[in-house]
């Protein structure tokens, strides 16, 4: 008996210690990459800023899918990593892309959304990307752009492993997602023009 206990601690810790350094890993695992997407100049301008993940960039390709929706009603986004250059210009609307670890947001999106000077009264819109349990995450995030008093504009859940859309499982989970974020681009692009 002491032994399977001791077993049981054993493999516990181990799990504990390659679940911690794996979260630490995702966390802080970060390049400052920027990307311009839609024409240059003209309003409204808006920032969408993701934490990449090293082990699948969802995130990413949701946020160049709804920077591409936005682009077709003639809205510039630039995509930036949490990672980038502190910001020394206001934009119009902010856009977090955050993922879910633990359910909950990644630590370098909400670090970011409190470390923006000036957030307060702009227009801001929540993207959270997980493997199926978002919701937390989603709520989290919302509090975290609420308590900067910010106007949360609108706010979508899109999925790794869970079904984005029940009606098209026959295709890929990513390709349903990345055209979900695209559609919901041009969407946008419409109320915000």
């Given amino acids: 008996m002491k032994k399977n ?9 181990i799990v504990s210690i390659v679940w911690i350094g794996l979260t630490i890993w995702v966390q802080f695992s970060n390049s400052g990459d920027e990307i311009i997407i ?7 301008t808006v920032l969408i800023t993701y934490n990449p993940d090293p082990i699948y960039n969802l995130d ?50 909400t670090s970011f959304i409190y470390n923006i000077p000036n957030l307060e009264n702009k227009n801001c819109i929540n993207i959270t990307v997980g493997s199926g349990s978002t919701s937390r995450a989603r709520t989290i995030l919302a509090k975290s752009v609420q308590d900067r008093n910010a106007n949360l504009m609108d706010s979508r859940e899109f999925w790794l492993l869970k079904p984005n859309d029940e009606n098209r499982i026959e295709e890929s989970n990513i ?19």
Wanted: glycine share 10%.
């Fill in 38 to 44: 839609g024409e240059t100049g003209g309003e409204p």
């Fill in 60 to 109: 990413e390709q949701i946020c160049i899918a709804f920077a591409k929706g936005l682009a077709t009603n003639g809205i510039k986004s630039r995509i930036i990593t949490t990672n980038t250059e502190p910001l020394t210009e206001e934009y119009d609307i902010y856009v977090f892309c955050a993922n879910t670890y633990n359910w909950a947001p990644d630590w370098g999106i």
């Fill in 175 to 193: 390709d349903v997602a990345v055209d979900m974020a695209n559609q919901w681009g041009l969407e946008m692009g419409l109320k915000i023009k």
């Fill in 5 to 13: 206990i001791r077993r049981l601690i054993y493999t516990l810790s």
